[in-house]
């Protein structure tokens, strides 16, 4: 374990006091970051006896020498030289200390003396040290006392010359980062202040949950802890709370992290996805609906089916209808004002059709002029000859355009869900070819297959 830095040293205290009326001062030498800037002041005479005690308080590199020799050093001096004994031989002080000019030269009777050298270390490479050293009296004998601090690296102070090195990292890692220790927030980096609206004197000390986690996901804690321990890290897609209540959707990304030696801290990082998830949506949303009318295509029209059909299975009770509908005398709008004002036919047909429905209903639109209804929890027969003629009611009121005034009716087939389907796929084809029948009769009908195979049965009964 190396001592503290001059720096550390600094914020914690500047002084020492080491005898009745002695005291150890560290103090500021110069501003220049690139040179020696710090060194103590030794408030004391040779008279002044100092106890081996006394310096072992300290908070610093002490060594006592005497002619020569290095005769005694406290805890930090040992552990920084790599050195375990508290007796050690006498060693010289060009084995210990090196100045840029060679050896150190001990101050002279009455002198003090600040200096940079090198602390010679045996397994190790030389840790350089700014210092002072004064004449005093050590166990009833004139010594010399010399007082060490760790210089801070050229590097470090060009890399670093405000704040900690730690810090500067946080701040320039992409995404918001957070770390924590307990739970609670050691340190929030820039970009984490920009997301949530908390600024570090904000969020310091105050738990990362109660910030930023939803009310609703508290189990994530548990998600994630369950992650680190299985895999030694975790990710999550979930969301965040800002400071103004509002959810952002985020990648979250934690890891442990050791802090002080001891277990319990994390680094998280928060990025935002919520660009990602629209586009993801948007596709989604693409890939089961019309790209016109916003309706339901043949793919989630027939997916709903199928579930209506399975549930119809575990309850008989529970009916449900299929309407194909194909508009009457759309091909006439389309070639006498033109493919928009056909689009804006079929944006006006669809409305009409949702406006005839239930929530819990779908409607979806096949191409070109084929529209389908998939009408749920049917209670009668009379109560879908209803439906069909409120939609034939609806689709045949005029339409007003910039084109000019267009008319469509509906030609409608309906298939009654029975136990005799095998699959939604089935039931749509019956409804296809029930539209189909209407059409025979003239427009603006409707007709109903009852069941699988009916209309074979009546074209049977025909023969």
Same mark, same amino acid.
């Given at each position: 374990?190396?001592?503290?830095?001059?720096?550390?040293?600094?914020?914690?205290?500047?002084?020492?006091?080491?005898?009745?009326?002695?005291?150890?001062?560290?103090?500021?030498?110069?501003?220049?970051?690139?040179?020696?800037?710090?060194?103590?002041?030794?408030?004391?005479?040779?008279?002044?006896?100092?106890?081996?005690?006394?310096?072992?308080?300290?908070?610093?590199?002490?060594?006592?020498?005497?002619?020569?020799?290095?005769?005694?050093?406290?805890?930090?001096?040992?552990?920084?030289?790599?050195?375990?004994?508290? +007796?050690?031989?006498?060693?010289? =002080? @060009?084995? !210990? *200390?090196?100045?840029?000019? /060679? &050896?150190?030269? #001990?101050?002279?009777? $009455?002198?003090?003396?600040?200096?940079?050298?090198?602390?010679?270390?045996?397994?190790?490479?030389?840790?350089?040290?700014?210092?002072?050293?004064?004449?005093?009296?050590?166990?009833?004998?004139?010594?010399?006392?010399?007082?060490?601090?760790?210089?801070?690296?050229?590097?470090?102070?060009?890399? +670093?010359?405000?704040?900690?090195? =730690? @810090?500067? !990292? *946080?701040?320039?890692?992409? /995404? &918001?980062?957070? #770390?924590?220790?307990? $739970?609670?927030?050691?340190?929030?980096?820039?970009?984490?202040?920009?997301?949530?609206?908390?600024?570090?004197?904000?969020?310091?000390?105050?738990?990362?949950?109660?910030?930023?986690?939803?009310?609703?996901?508290?189990?994530?804690?548990?998600?994630?802890?369950?992650?680190?321990?299985?895999?030694?890290?975790?990710?999550?897609?979930?969301?965040?709370?800002?400071?103004?209540?509002?959810?952002?959707?985020?990648? #979250?990304?934690?890891?442990?992290?050791?802090?002080?030696?001891?277990?319990?801290?994390?680094?998280?990082?928060?990025?935002?996805?919520?660009?990602?998830?629209?586009?993801?949506?948007?596709?989604?949303?693409?890939?089961?609906?019309?790209?016109?009318?916003?309706?339901?295509?043949?793919?989630?029209?027939?997916?709903?089916?199928?579930?209506?059909?399975?549930?119809?299975?575990?309850?008989?009770?529970?009916?449900?209808?299929?309407?194909?509908?194909?508009?009457?005398?759309?091909?006439?709008?389309?070639?006498?004002?033109?493919?928009?004002?056909?689009?804006?036919?079929?944006?006006?047909?669809?409305?009409?059709?949702?406006?005839?429905?239930?929530?819990?209903?779908?409607?979806?639109?096949?191409?070109?002029?084929?529209?389908?209804?998939?009408?749920?929890?049917?209670?009668?027969?009379?109560?879908?000859?209803?439906?069909?003629?409120?939609?034939?009611?609806?689709?045949?009121?005029?339409?007003?355009?910039?084109?000019?005034?267009?008319?469509?009716?509906?030609?409608?087939?309906?298939?009654?869900?029975?136990?005799?389907?095998?699959?939604?796929?089935?039931?749509?084809?019956?409804?296809?070819?029930?539209?189909?029948?209407?059409?025979?009769?003239?427009?603006?009908?409707?007709?109903?297959?009852?069941?699988?195979?009916?209309?074979?049965?009546?074209?049977?009964?025909?023969?």
């Amino acid at each position: 374990m190396l001592p503290m830095n001059v720096e550390r040293i600094l914020s914690m205290r500047q002084s020492v006091e080491i005898a009745g009326g002695a005291e150890v001062r560290l103090e500021r030498v110069s501003e220049d970051t690139a040179q020696s800037h710090f060194g103590f002041t030794l408030n004391a005479d040779e008279s002044c006896g100092i106890s081996s005690g006394m310096l072992e308080a300290m908070p610093c590199l002490a060594l006592i020498a005497r002619d020569g020799l290095v005769i005694w050093r406290n805890g930090l001096a040992r552990r920084a030289s790599g050195l375990t004994h508290v +007796a050690l031989a006498p060693v010289t =002080l @060009e084995q !210990v *200390l090196s100045g840029s000019d /060679g &050896a150190f030269e #001990v101050p002279a009777e $009455g002198q003090r003396i600040r200096f940079d050298c090198r602390l010679l270390r045996p397994h190790g490479p030389s840790m350089p040290v700014s210092g002072a050293a004064q004449r005093i009296n050590f166990r009833g004998e004139s010594a010399t006392l010399l007082l060490l601090l760790e210089q801070a690296q050229e590097a470090e102070v060009e890399a +670093a010359p405000e704040g900690s090195f =730690l @810090e500067d !990292v *946080l701040d320039a890692t992409p /995404g &918001a980062t957070v #770390v924590t220790h307990g $739970g609670r927030v050691l340190h929030v980096n820039a970009e984490f202040s920009k997301m949530f609206d908390y600024s570090q004197l904000e969020s310091v000390g105050q738990f990362l949950d109660d910030l930023v986690l939803p009310d609703g996901r508290m189990h994530e804690a548990e998600m994630i802890e369950h992650q680190l321990g299985r895999m030694g890290r975790a990710t999550l897609e979930t969301q965040r709370r800002t400071r103004t209540g509002h959810n952002l959707d985020v990648l #979250v990304m934690v890891s442990p992290l050791r802090l002080g030696g001891e277990a319990g801290g994390q680094f998280v990082t928060y990025r935002d996805i919520h660009v990602e998830k629209e586009e993801e949506a948007r596709l989604r949303h693409s890939a089961l609906h019309d790209g016109l009318t916003g309706l339901a295509n043949r793919g989630l029209f027939l997916n709903r089916a199928e579930l209506m059909l399975s549930r119809l299975r575990r309850r008989p009770d529970r009916g449900f209808a299929i309407f194909f509908i194909d508009l009457d005398g759309f091909k006439k709008v389309n070639d006498k004002l033109g493919h928009a004002a056909g689009d804006a036919v079929l944006l006006e047909v669809a409305a009409r059709i949702l406006r005839c429905v239930r929530p819990q209903d779908t409607v979806a639109r096949f191409g070109g002029d084929e529209f389908a209804l998939l009408l749920d929890e049917t209670g009668s027969l009379a109560e879908v000859n209803r439906v069909a003629l409120r939609l034939q009611t609806e689709i045949s009121v005029e339409i007003a355009l910039e084109a000019g005034a267009a008319r469509v009716g509906a030609s409608i087939g309906i298939a009654l869900a029975a136990n005799g389907y095998e699959d939604a796929d089935a039931m749509l084809q019956d409804a296809d070819r029930a539209m189909y029948e209407a059409k025979k009769r003239g427009k603006g009908q409707h007709q109903i297959c009852h069941e699988p195979g009916y209309f074979d049965a009546v074209e049977d009964s025909k023969v």
